[in-house]
């Protein structure tokens, strides 16, 4: 089964490139991607958010909300990538 995902705005998880989808829809969760085939980035920013997250956690309690920083302009032409 193919699940077609179609980015439409462009953003940065902490210092990762990233592609977002759905990110205004507050009935699901964003669909969020590295650009530029970046994912090992994209699993050492994650790796780095867990590690502020949990400190941040033991300090007040509270966990950190996901920091994405996302360009408010849609692109001009979607990108679309295929998954299995």
């Not at 990762?16 to 980035?41: E, H, M, T």
């Not at 956690?57 to 679309?80: A, Q, S, Y």
Request: aromatic share 20%; glycine share 2%; hydrophobic share 45%.
């Amino acid at each position: 089964m193919m699940i077609e995902v179609k980015y439409t705005h462009k953003g940065w998880y902490l210092f990762c490139p990233i592609w977002i989808s759905n990110w205004q829809n507050p009935d699901d969760a964003p669909a969020v991607a590295p650009r530029y085939k970046l994912a090992w980035l994209f699993w050492l920013a994650d790796q780095f958010f867990y590690a502020m997250s949990a400190a941040h956690e033991m300090k007040t309690g509270e966990p950190l909300p996901f920091c994405f920083k996302v360009d408010p302009r849609p692109l001009k032409k979607p990108v679309i990538h295929y998954y299995k």
